[in-house]
C-alpha cells in the first residue's frame, strides 16, 4: 500500500484544491485574530486566544467536503483508479490509501490554521483562558473531527462514481449537518419557562406569570437530542467553534465510532462495486 | 497451443440483463486477437472482468493459468496492460508525470525508462503540455504508455482507434503491430472498425449477445472467405446462361450485375459472351472479407447495425 500512498502524496502535492483550501486556512487563521481584535481595539478589552482558535474547524469542515469529493473524485472521472486495479492493488489497500491521503489533508489544513492563528494571535491578545485539559481535549475535537469528516466523505466518493455528483453531495452534506446541529442547538436552549404578562385595562396593572415552554425538551427526547447534538459532525463542529460543550470529553470518542462505520461500510460496499 | 487467457462459461448480470451469457474463449500466446462484435454484445464487459474492475456472476476465466478465483489472479495482471475505453490517465498532468505515477503506483525503482516508452508512442516532445490539452489521438497513446508501463506481456485494448483521425488510426495500427512483432506481447483487441482488425489480427473472436459465435485464426478465416469476380455487362440473362453451360458457380445482382465465384478463364467468358453479343462494361476481384464472414456469422442484426 505505501506505493499507492506514495504515489497518491506525490499527487496531493501539485493539487491545486489542496493548496487553494491550505492557503485558505491560513488566510482565514490571519482574518480571524486581526479582526478580533480590531473589533475590541476602542474598548481597552483585549481578546483571549481562546476567541477564534476553534473558528478554523467550521472551516475545514467545508473544505474537505470539497477536497475529498475533488482529489477522489478525479481518480473516477479521469478512470485512473482502473489503473490501480488493473495491475492487482487490491480494493481495500487502494481505499485505505485515499482515506489516509484525505485525513491528512485535512489534519494539514487544520494544522495550518493553529500555527498561524497562534503566530498572529499570541503577540494580539491574551493568553488561553481555558485551563490546560478543556485546551487539550478541544484540540482532540479538532484533530477527531475532520478526521471522521473525511472518513465520511472518502466513503462518499469511493461509492459514487461521477466527481460532479460526489462534490455536490459532499457540499450539501455538511451543510446539512451543520443545519441540523444548528437545529438541535436551537431546541436545546430552549427555556424552560418563559413569562407571560397580563395587562388589567382598567387599572393598568401588570401581572407576570412564568409558564412552562411546550418546545422544552425533557426527558428521553431531550437525552436523544443531547445525543444527536454530541454524535454528529454538525453538532460537533458548532460546540467546537463556540467553545461551548457540555459533554466535550465525549465528542472525540464519537468522532471514532463515525471514523469506524462510515471506512468500515465504505470499504464493504467498495469491494462489491462494478467499476467502469 | 499455449493461451494466454481462457475462460469458460463466463457469465456477468446487471439485475435482468445478461451481458455475457456463457463466453467461452481462448487467446493464443503472441497473437493479436481481435474481438469483433456490436455495441452491447458484451465486449467491454469482458474486458472488465479480465482487469479486475468487475467480478464474474458465473463461470471462470484464466490468466497465464491462473484461475480468476486463486487468490494469485493479482500476480498475473501484474502482466497485464490495458486500455479500456477511454484511456486512463489524469487530464491535469504532463506525460511524463502521468507515467512517474504508474511507475510509482507499480513500485518501479527507476524512472529511467519512461524517455523510451514516450518515445515508442511518440509523445517524447510534448514537455509541460497537460494531457487536457492533447489531442484524442495522443491521450490514447499515452493511455497506451501507461498500460505499457509495467513491461506486460499481455495488452488489452479496448476501441483503441475509436474517435481517431486516419493519422492517428494508422499510428496506432502501427504501434500495436511493433509491440506485437518486435517485443513479442500478446494483444486483445475489441474494435467495430473491422478493416482496421483485419489489417491486425492474427486470431478472431465473434461475440453475439454475450458469447463467442465463432473463434477462427486469420490464415482461417482467409481460406473461409471466398473470393468472387464482379461483372458489369450489358445483359445478365445472356451472361446467366454462358456461365451455366459452364457449370460456374454465380450470382445475379441486377439485370448488369453479377458475381462470379472460382476460378475462371477471363478470354474464354469473354469470347462467349461476345459470340452472343453481350458486352463486359468492367469486371474486378472481389473479396468477401472480415466484414462479409461477421454478418453471415452473426446474421442480419449485425448488418442493421452495420
Same mark, same amino acid.
Request: one cysteine or more; hydrophobic letters at 40%.
Given at each position: 500500500?505505501?506505493?499507492?500512498?506514495?504515489?497518491?502524496?506525490?499527487?496531493?502535492?501539485?493539487?491545486?484544491?489542496?493548496?487553494?483550501? @491550505?492557503?485558505?486556512? +491560513?488566510?482565514? $487563521? =490571519? *482574518?480571524?485574530? %486581526?479582526?478580533? !481584535? /480590531?473589533?475590541?481595539?476602542?474598548?481597552?478589552?483585549?481578546?483571549?486566544?481562546?476567541?477564534?482558535?476553534?473558528?478554523?474547524?467550521?472551516?475545514?469542515?467545508?473544505?474537505?467536503?470539497?477536497?475529498?469529493?475533488?482529489?477522489?473524485?478525479?481518480?473516477?472521472?479521469?478512470?485512473?483508479?482502473?489503473?490501480?486495479?488493473?495491475?492487482?492493488?487490491?480494493?481495500?489497500?487502494?481505499?485505505?490509501?485515499?482515506?489516509?491521503?484525505?485525513? @491528512?489533508?485535512?489534519? +494539514?489544513?487544520? $494544522? =495550518? *490554521?493553529?500555527? %498561524?492563528?497562534? !503566530? /498572529?494571535?499570541?503577540?494580539?491578545?491574551?493568553?488561553?483562558?481555558?485551563?490546560?485539559?478543556?485546551?487539550?481535549?478541544?484540540?482532540?475535537?479538532?484533530?477527531?473531527?475532520?478526521?471522521?469528516?473525511?472518513?465520511?466523505?472518502?466513503?462518499?466518493?469511493?461509492?459514487?462514481?461521477?466527481?460532479?455528483?460526489?462534490?455536490?453531495?459532499?457540499?450539501?452534506?455538511?451543510?446539512?449537518?451543520?443545519?441540523?446541529?444548528?437545529?438541535?442547538? @436551537?431546541?436545546?436552549?430552549?427555556?424552560?419557562?418563559?413569562?407571560?404578562?397580563?395587562?388589567?385595562?382598567?387599572?393598568?396593572?401588570?401581572?407576570?406569570?412564568?409558564?412552562?415552554?411546550?418546545?422544552?425538551?425533557?426527558?428521553?427526547?431531550?437525552?436523544?437530542?443531547?445525543?444527536?447534538?454530541?454524535?454528529?459532525?454538525?453538532?460537533?463542529?458548532?460546540?467546537?467553534?463556540?467553545?461551548?460543550?457540555?459533554?466535550?470529553?465525549?465528542?472525540?470518542?464519537?468522532?471514532?465510532?463515525?471514523?469506524?462505520?462510515?471506512?468500515?461500510?465504505?470499504?464493504?460496499?467498495?469491494?462489491?462495486?462494478?467499476?467502469? | 497451443?499455449?493461451?494466454?487467457?481462457?475462460?469458460?462459461?463466463?457469465?456477468?448480470?446487471?439485475?435482468?440483463?445478461?451481458?455475457?451469457?456463457?463466453?467461452?474463449?481462448?487467446?493464443?500466446?503472441?497473437?493479436?486477437?481481435?474481438?469483433?462484435?456490436?455495441?452491447?454484445?458484451?465486449?467491454?464487459?469482458?474486458?472488465?472482468?479480465?482487469?479486475?474492475?468487475?467480478?464474474?456472476?458465473?463461470?471462470?476465466?484464466?490468466?497465464?493459468?491462473?484461475?480468476?478465483?486463486?487468490?494469485?489472479?493479482?500476480?498475473?495482471?501484474?502482466?497485464?496492460?490495458?486500455?479500456?475505453?477511454?484511456?486512463?490517465?489524469?487530464?491535469?498532468?504532463?506525460?511524463?508525470?502521468?507515467?512517474?505515477?504508474?511507475?510509482?503506483?507499480?513500485?518501479?525503482?527507476?524512472?529511467?525508462?519512461?524517455?523510451?516508452?514516450?518515445?515508442?508512442?511518440?509523445?517524447?516532445?510534448?514537455?509541460?503540455?497537460?494531457?487536457?490539452?492533447?489531442?484524442?489521438?495522443?491521450?490514447?497513446?499515452?493511455?497506451?504508455?501507461?498500460?505499457?508501463?509495467?513491461?506486460?506481456?499481455?495488452?488489452?485494448?479496448?476501441?483503441?482507434?475509436?474517435?481517431?483521425?486516419?493519422?492517428?488510426?494508422?499510428?496506432?495500427?502501427?504501434?500495436?503491430?511493433?509491440?506485437?512483432?518486435?517485443?513479442?506481447?500478446?494483444?486483445?483487441?475489441?474494435?467495430?472498425?473491422?478493416?482496421?482488425?483485419?489489417?491486425?489480427?492474427?486470431?478472431?473472436?465473434?461475440?453475439?449477445?454475450?458469447?463467442?459465435?465463432?473463434?477462427?485464426?486469420?490464415?482461417?478465416?482467409?481460406?473461409?472467405?471466398?473470393?468472387?469476380?464482379?461483372?458489369?455487362?450489358?445483359?445478365?440473362?445472356?451472361?446467366?446462361?454462358?456461365?451455366?453451360?459452364?457449370?460456374?458457380?454465380?450470382?445475379?445482382?441486377?439485370?448488369?450485375?453479377?458475381?462470379?465465384?472460382?476460378?475462371?478463364?477471363?478470354?474464354?467468358?469473354?469470347?462467349?459472351?461476345?459470340?452472343?453479343?453481350?458486352?463486359?462494361?468492367?469486371?474486378?476481384?472481389?473479396?468477401?472479407?472480415?466484414?462479409?464472414?461477421?454478418?453471415?456469422?452473426?446474421?442480419?442484426?449485425?448488418?442493421?447495425?452495420?
Amino acid at each position: 500500500m505505501s506505493n499507492l500512498l506514495s504515489a497518491n502524496f506525490i499527487r496531493l502535492r501539485k493539487n491545486k484544491c489542496f493548496w487553494g483550501c @491550505f492557503l485558505f486556512m +491560513a488566510a482565514a $487563521a =490571519v *482574518y480571524v485574530p %486581526v479582526m478580533r !481584535c /480590531i473589533s475590541v481595539a476602542n474598548s481597552g478589552y483585549k481578546e483571549r486566544l481562546d476567541n477564534g482558535f476553534f473558528f478554523g474547524t467550521l472551516f475545514v469542515s467545508i473544505l474537505i467536503a470539497v477536497f475529498c469529493g475533488l482529489f477522489t473524485g478525479t481518480e473516477y472521472s479521469d478512470g485512473t483508479i482502473r489503473n490501480k486495479l488493473i495491475i492487482g492493488h487490491r480494493r481495500t489497500h487502494i481505499y485505505f490509501s485515499y482515506l489516509l491521503t484525505n485525513v @491528512f489533508a485535512g489534519l +494539514a489544513m487544520q $494544522a =495550518v *490554521y493553529f500555527v %498561524v492563528f497562534l !503566530c /498572529i494571535g499570541t503577540p494580539l491578545m491574551e493568553p488561553f483562558s481555558l485551563n490546560t485539559k478543556t485546551l487539550l481535549c478541544f484540540i482532540a475535537i479538532a484533530v477527531m473531527l475532520p478526521t471522521a469528516l473525511s472518513a465520511i466523505f472518502t466513503m462518499l466518493a469511493m461509492i459514487i462514481s461521477s466527481k460532479a455528483t460526489v462534490g455536490v453531495i459532499c457540499v450539501l452534506s455538511i451543510f446539512l449537518m451543520i443545519i441540523a446541529g444548528t437545529y438541535i442547538n @436551537f431546541r436545546l436552549r430552549e427555556p424552560e419557562t418563559y413569562t407571560n404578562y397580563s395587562f388589567t385595562p382598567e387599572d393598568g396593572l401588570r401581572e407576570e406569570l412564568e409558564e412552562k415552554n411546550p418546545r422544552y425538551l425533557e426527558g428521553t427526547e431531550r437525552e436523544v437530542y443531547q445525543f444527536l447534538y454530541d454524535f454528529l459532525p454538525g453538532g460537533q463542529v458548532l460546540q467546537c467553534s463556540t467553545l461551548d460543550s457540555k459533554n466535550a470529553p465525549r465528542l472525540p470518542v464519537y468522532s471514532g465510532i463515525i471514523f469506524i462505520i462510515s471506512t468500515a461500510a465504505g470499504i464493504i460496499i467498495f469491494r462489491q462495486k462494478d467499476i467502469k | 497451443m499455449e493461451y494466454v487467457l481462457k475462460t469458460n462459461a463466463l457469465k456477468k448480470q446487471y439485475r435482468n440483463y445478461k451481458a455475457l451469457n456463457g463466453l467461452n474463449m481462448n487467446v493464443p500466446k503472441g497473437s493479436i486477437y481481435g474481438f469483433v462484435g456490436k455495441n452491447g454484445a458484451g465486449k467491454t464487459t469482458l474486458i472488465r472482468l479480465l482487469c479486475g474492475l468487475q467480478e464474474p456472476t458465473d463461470g471462470e476465466f484464466s490468466i497465464y493459468g491462473i484461475n480468476n478465483r486463486d487468490k494469485d489472479i493479482r500476480k498475473s495482471r501484474r502482466r497485464i496492460g490495458a486500455v479500456v475505453e477511454t484511456p486512463s490517465i489524469y487530464l491535469d498532468m504532463t506525460a511524463e508525470d502521468n507515467l512517474k505515477q504508474q511507475y510509482r503506483i507499480l513500485e518501479l525503482p527507476s524512472y529511467d525508462s519512461i524517455n523510451d516508452l514516450l518515445r515508442l508512442v511518440g509523445l517524447e516532445n510534448t514537455g509541460k503540455k497537460k494531457a487536457k490539452n492533447f489531442s484524442l489521438g495522443m491521450r490514447q497513446r499515452l493511455g497506451i504508455a501507461v498500460a505499457l508501463s509495467g513491461n506486460p506481456d499481455f495488452l488489452i485494448l479496448d476501441e483503441p482507434v475509436n474517435g481517431l483521425d486516419p493519422q492517428g488510426i494508422i499510428e496506432i495500427r502501427e504501434l500495436i503491430l511493433d509491440l506485437n512483432q518486435k517485443q513479442g506481447i500478446t494483444v486483445l483487441i475489441s474494435s467495430h472498425i473491422l478493416d482496421e482488425l483485419a489489417r491486425l489480427a492474427t486470431h478472431f473472436g465473434f461475440i453475439d449477445k454475450g458469447h463467442i459465435v465463432k473463434e477462427i485464426s486469420a490464415a482461417e478465416l482467409e481460406a473461409a472467405c471466398r473470393k468472387c469476380i464482379h461483372l458489369t455487362v450489358s445483359d445478365t440473362s445472356i451472361l446467366s446462361r454462358v456461365l451455366d453451360e459452364t457449370g460456374m458457380e454465380f450470382t445475379i445482382i441486377s439485370n448488369t450485375e453479377a458475381e462470379i465465384f472460382g476460378e475462371i478463364s477471363v478470354t474464354e467468358l469473354a469470347l462467349k459472351l461476345s459470340a452472343q453479343n453481350c458486352e463486359i462494361k468492367s469486371m474486378g476481384e472481389r473479396d468477401e472479407g472480415l466484414e462479409n464472414y461477421y454478418i453471415n456469422l452473426v446474421g442480419e442484426g449485425a448488418r442493421r447495425y452495420e
